[in-house]
């Protein structure tokens, strides 16, 4: 029994101050398996990975290791015994080159020196075998893409020729296609005997490359099932612990006949160096509108021109009817434009700073008379959004970096919502989040369109935008490859439009 | 067409941004021959590099702290008491004098890589403490006298002590041969070994440097040994252009390391920029003071302050003038 | 009940980080009890009226510039100008009153000149984006040049009986005018850190700078009015100090102040990268340093003792503190 395990960990306990991370829960891998880990946010996965890589300590427990009993200290420790891991965060030094970054730590060298040459050809060819071609490797990561980023870190791990690959949310950045070349490596490391541990909310990934899965809930081990026997719906139930069809079959009622209604934003032109090229946008009052599109689409950029964060060189906005020079977030602030990242550590959260804090921080102006605050007025604005969108929190002068990923997210909306926007920019608001939290979010999101405002919103799940939106324009290489309305709003549409990329004229085809 | 001609002017931006320090040097050396035919001779060449190589080699061990995300303001004390230690070995065993101070310069930065990495102490505030604490230090062991003006005192030394910073080897100074010997030694450890490429990981994000199986604590500490070490060195330095006890005589000299680190183009932040460019900041620094040697014609002495004080402002204006340019 | 279990999970979650912030707190604050006691109990006639005395006119001028410093970091940056920025106040005021201009005029022009200077450090720094360890470092240099330019020469004094002299040596209801601008300025600042928009925003670009811009928060106004706040309590601390002394040193005033104004910050705890601004941490912070310097001076003790002793402090309370 144990010895076609390559990994058995049994009875795994850890506790961080006052919470039961993991209680007695019991994983193995079996020799050359591509075994799922799956739960919800929150459910353990990541501290269960961090205590087999070493970079936590298990407070209780045991862990077998190709037949041998392992307490790995630090993440050097775990490499040198043949576990490689990707963790969910890219975790490479942005400022070395791609090379550097795959064979960092144990470079190969020639006269006791750095041997570059072979390091960038042997780069190029782990790459290469990896279907990753023309990436100039001698150049800094953070000038490439996130998604070929990805691919490095992918590739640091596979070339250490390890026992046991982790991979914590691999293709959170990938496109299907490259999404589909590391498909191709895993079966390969398949072939060659190596285990596989793979993490990801993508239920059809995990479907399509994994043998078992193990679901976690609430840091205790649910059970181990061979992926046969089971089906989407009753993975999902078993992860959140109730039926789930009413979470994942929720469809936005058809058409609202809201386009006749004024619009509240109208762009032309849209255009930033060769990011974004000449996108329109309209929006009316109390319209989702769904902006579907790969990586380095132009997505994010679009959201952060409508926002002045990022300046456009050519094209007009229009705000509520009047002309908008936006030249910092400032000015489309006072326009009643809102607008949460999608990188909510870097650019949302105050960690240090109280729940309430974070909610009333761009309405302090406000809550003040002559520069002196109300923390009355503060205390009554947080209780009321924290009553009405369900934060789970212990109250406003928690610190918002105790708040698990869902509930920093209703924070930041209700960040906005109390400045009552007129347009809402969403870019991936739904990101990182577990699935009660999602649907929670949906309504708000619905919620607000019903009042009237509109609402943009961006996502890569394009189950998100089908849900929720009312119409949704696809982007494709910084350019509007097409729009759909009501009823045209189809997975297999949206899919064509990004396959197809864009094509002059070919808006007029799908013009209702 | 239009392809290839944005590539060349891209190309252009980026040896003009990359090579922004120098860029400035040449600059200030024209202007400098110009204006001073004083400048461009050989004796005041000399006299630059002289000048320069205390400081220039702290500015090294500087620039791999600051490469791996850190500071060391202690690097002015560490400088000081090598001195002295270096002239109160010297008369018990004459190479005492030379081993004596990079060893306690090594020592010292060891401690502070243990109360940053062990300690938990940020780098800022522990070698503040440290810069305070190894000053004291150095009134303790140069003994005599009550305040710091009363502490300088001249020592006996051995003859040949003071060639180590006076003579020179086919013209050049043996404190420019150190210091050219040190950058060349710095050079190559960034470039070319496991340590230093680790100082860019660790300095690029320390979190990553430790999930990629990197010695996080290993790579710091060595760090501040090698910048207390660089230090040590510079003490040697001092101690023989000195041939005395002087507590007070590197006041100062962290922040003009530091400032010439940033110069040379390696951000506060870390995790980039190139250890040779570093001569660059020590050169523009160290021909401002010289420059203005020369313009003194009926100025008072406090101008000195003043006037490097806005060169040091030109220069960083013009850099971040250059780095925005580069980024548009 | 997943959900009640969670709740009262998160509520012992929050609990035991406040048990590990008290045990942190109460650790500082028992270690620095001790030593004093301890220095104390060594020192013969340390607990008087006249080392109390001694203490708090040796802490104005740090304990000024630190509360100024204290915003500062709270803000995310660094002034090491500081010492600098006393030197040019000072030195304003001292020309102004040499050159006959009457007490109010010269006192509010170094004020003014200390408020420029801020503002100067406060644009280089949020619009030119230079980092603030290096304009402040140009301030420092050029700064102290500038002083001794403005005054035409290193030093001056006045009589001992001129009106900047008896402002120096004034008491208000039996306490020196410097203790009472010191309580007025803690005061002040409490009040600012507790109660004001200005402080939140601070807090919030010290803690997340991309955040605080995207939430709308005016950066450049508030980094400038940071510094200019600081340079303001500096200029103060160095007109005082002139006040006090009689005389301008503008090579030797507020020298090295900028070491004992950081250092009261550290022991203070307020955090190197950003974040909230501890006012109280600083008072005590400001008042520690200059009492272990009185206090070796009682013993007895070389200055360079003190230095040590200051160093062992600092290393031991960031010690206790630390986060594991």
């Known amino acids: 029994m144990v010895e076609d395990c390559l990994l058995k960990m049994t009875g795994i306990c850890k506790a961080f101050p006052g919470v039961k991370a993991l209680q007695d829960v019991d994983f193995s891998v079996k020799y050359g398996q591509t075994h799922a880990l799956m739960g919800e946010n929150g459910a353990g996965k990541s501290t269960l990975i961090k205590v087999l890589t070493g970079i936590y300590q298990k407070d209780a427990g045991e862990i077998v290791f190709d037949a041998e009993s392992i307490a790995p200290t630090d993440a050097a420790q775990s490499q040198h015994m043949g576990i490689s891991t990707i963790y969910q965060e890219l975790n490479l030094a942005p400022c070395l080159s791609v090379a550097e970054n795959i064979f960092i730590g144990r470079e190969p060298k020639k006269y006791g020196l750095i041997d570059w040459k072979t390091i960038e050809s042997r780069a190029r060819s782990i790459l290469g075998d990896m279907g990753v071609t023309g990436v100039n490797v001698s150049r800094p990561l953070n000038e490439h893409s996130v998604a070929i980023q990805q691919m490095a870190a992918i590739a640091r791990a596979l070339s250490l020729d390890a026992k046991l690959l982790v991979m914590d949310e691999p293709t959170s950045s990938l496109s299907e296609t490259e999404a589909g070349l590391l498909f191709d490596v895993i079966r390969r490391v398949k072939a060659r005997g190596s285990s596989v541990i793979f993490i990801s909310h993508k239920m059809s990934e995990v479907f399509e490359i994994c043998d078992t899965a193990t679901i976690l809930r609430d840091g205790c081990l649910v059970g181990e099932y061979p992926m046969a026997d089971l089906t989407k719906l009753k993975m999902v139930s078993l992860m959140i612990g109730r039926d789930a069809t009413s979470v994942l079959h929720r469809k936005k009622e058809v058409s609202r006949g809201l386009d006749d209604r004024e619009l509240v934003l109208k762009a032309r032109g849209l255009s930033r160096a060769h990011r974004t090229k000449e996108i329109d946008i309209d929006i009316a009052g109390g319209q989702i509108l769904g902006v579907a599109g790969l990586l380095g689409s132009g997505r994010t950029e679009l959201a952060r021109i409508l926002f002045g964060d990022e300046i456009c060189d050519g094209g007009e906005i229009e705000i509520a009817g009047a002309a908008a020079h936006l030249r910092t977030p400032r000015d489309a602030i006072r326009l009643g434009v809102g607008f949460c990242s999608e990188d909510r550590k870097a650019e949302g959260v105050f960690p240090h700073m109280s729940v309430m804090e974070n909610m009333t921080a761009g309405i302090l102006g406000e809550l003040s008379a002559g520069g002196v605050l109300s923390r009355k007025a503060q205390m009554q604005v947080a209780q009321t959004y924290i009553d009405k969108l369900g934060i789970k929190t212990s109250g406003p002068d928690q610190r918002m970096g105790e708040l698990s990923g869902g509930n920093q997210q209703k924070v930041l909306l209700a960040r906005w919502l109390c400045k009552k926007p007129v347009l809402m920019i969403l870019d991936e608001p739904m990101r990182g989040i577990d699935l009660g939290a999602k649907s929670e979010i949906e309504d708000i999101i619905a919620d607000l369109a019903g009042k009237g405002v509109a609402v943009l919103m961006i996502s890569s799940e394009m189950e998100e935008l089908i849900r929720s939106c009312d119409k949704i324009v696809v982007l494709s290489e910084g350019r509007k490859a097409g729009q759909l309305t009501a009823r045209e709003i189809s997975e297999e549409r949206i899919v064509q439009m990004l396959a197809h990329g864009s094509h002059p004229g070919q808006e007029a085809v799908h013009a209702k | ?328 | 009940m997943p959900n009640s279990a969670n709740t009262s999970a998160l509520g012992a979650f929050r609990r035991a980080i406040a048990q590990r912030q008290n045990v942190r707190n109460y650790g500082v604050w028992s270690f620095l009890l001790l030593s004093l006691g301890v220095t104390a109990w060594f020192t013969p006639g340390f607990l008087s009226w006249g080392t109390l005395d001694n203490t708090l006119i040796q802490a104005f001028p740090v304990l000024l510039v630190a509360l100024g410093m204290t915003m500062v970091m709270s803000s995310g940056g660094i002034d090491i100008s500081v010492g600098a920025i006393m030197a040019i106040a000072g030195a304003v005021s001292g020309r102004l009153y040499t050159s006959n201009a009457g007490l109010a005029p010269s006192v509010a022009g170094g004020i003014l000149a200390g408020g420029l200077c801020g503002l100067f450090n406060g644009t280089l720094i949020s619009k030119f984006k230079i980092q603030p360890i290096i304009v402040t470092l140009v301030v420092m240099i050029a700064g102290r040049g500038l002083a001794q330019t403005i005054l035409g020469k290193p030093s001056v004094s006045f009589s001992f009986n001129s009106s900047l002299n008896v402002l120096g040596q004034y008491k208000i209801a039996g306490l020196p005018i410097q203790i009472v601008i010191m309580i007025a300025a803690v005061a002040m600042m409490l009040f600012v850190v507790k109660k004001t928009v200005f402080a939140k925003h601070v807090e919030a670009i010290g803690d997340n700078p991309r955040a605080a811009r995207l939430v709308g928060i005016n950066i450049l106004r508030t980094t400038a009015c940071v510094y200019v706040l600081c340079s303001i309590l500096c200029a103060v601390a160095g007109i005082m100090k002139v006040a006090l002394t009689g005389g301008v040193n503008a090579a030797g005033l507020g020298k090295f102040i900028e070491l004992d104004a950081i250092a009261a910050v550290a022991i203070g705890g307020t955090s190197f990268s950003g974040g909230r601004a501890r006012i109280f941490g600083t008072v005590i912070g400001a008042v520690i340093i200059p009492l272990v310097t009185v206090i070796a001076g009682m013993n007895d003790m070389r200055d360079h003792h003190a230095m040590i002793f200051k160093a062992v402090i600092v290393i031991g309370v960031l010690l206790v503190r630390r986060e594991r």
């Open chain 2, 1 to 328: 067409m239009k392809t290839d001609s944005a590539t060349i002017k891209t190309g252009v931006i980026d040896t003009v941004k990359s090579q922004g320090p120098l860029v400035m040097l040449v600059v200030l050396c024209v202007i400098a021959g110009i204006c001073f035919p004083a400048f461009a001779t050989s004796l005041n060449l000399v006299n630059i590099s002289r000048q320069i190589s205390m400081f220039g080699l702290l500015a090294l061990g500087m620039a791999f702290v600051i490469l791996s995300g850190g500071i060391d303001l202690s690097v002015g004390s560490i400088a000081v008491v090598a001195s002295i230690v270096a002239l109160q070995a010297g008369r018990w065993f004459a190479p005492a004098a030379v081993v004596a101070p990079i060893l306690v310069g090594v020592a010292i930065g060891a401690f502070n890589g243990a109360l940053i990495t062990w300690g938990g102490i940020p780098p800022f505030i522990a070698t503040l403490a440290m810069m305070l604490g190894v000053k004291g230090l150095a009134f303790v062991l140069a003994g005599e006298g009550r305040s710091a003006a009363a502490a300088e005192q001249v020592v006996n030394v051995s003859g040949w002590f003071p060639v180590i910073f006076r003579g020179d080897c086919f013209g050049i100074p043996y404190p420019a041969i150190i210091l050219i010997a040190a950058l060349g030694v710095a050079v190559v450890v960034s470039k070319y070994t496991s340590f230093g490429r680790s100082v860019f990981a660790v300095g690029g994000s320390e979190e990553a440097a430790r999930m990629m199986g990197l010695n996080v604590n290993k790579c710091k500490m060595l760090v501040y040994m090698i910048c207390g070490g660089c230090a040590g060195a510079a003490g040697l330095l001092l101690a023989s252009r000195l041939k005395a006890i002087d507590p007070t005589a590197t006041g100062g000299w962290e922040l003009t390391a530091i400032a010439a680190v940033v110069i040379g183009g390696i951000p506060l932040t870390g995790g980039l920029g190139k250890i040779g460019h570093v001569i660059y900041g020590v050169l523009i620094l160290g021909i401002i003071p010289n420059l203005i040697n020369h313009l003194r014609i009926s100025l008072p002495p406090w101008y000195n302050e003043m006037i490097t004080g806005m060169l040091l402002l030109a220069v960083v204006l013009l850099q971040s003038l250059i780095a925005k340019r580069g980024t548009r």
